[in-house]
């Protein structure tokens, strides 16, 4: 797969979280803890790491990471952009 800019790559997270959140409000709350603003739970974590793994070709799995790395839109960002 060809290298993705920053911004495709943020376009499909943004579209990927909105899905899985089932909320556009996730575009607007791209700092703040998804788990907390109950836009995200555990269920709706691993779809989200089943969806990137399928999309991107990037395997995170759950141990891999602590939720305090990936409990925003802009971290779950960054830890895909890293395996890329």
Known sequence: MATMTHEEVEE???DMLEEVCGDEEV???RDEDLFELGSLDSMAAV??????EDEFDVS???TEVERE?????????EQVEKRL
């Open 47 to 52: 779809e989200l790491l089943v969806d990137i």
């Open 60 to 62: 995170i799995a759950p």
């Open 12 to 14: 499909k997270m943004l």
């Open 27 to 29: 575009r607007d709350h």
């Open 69 to 77: 790395e990936m409990n925003t839109v802009n971290l779950i960002i």
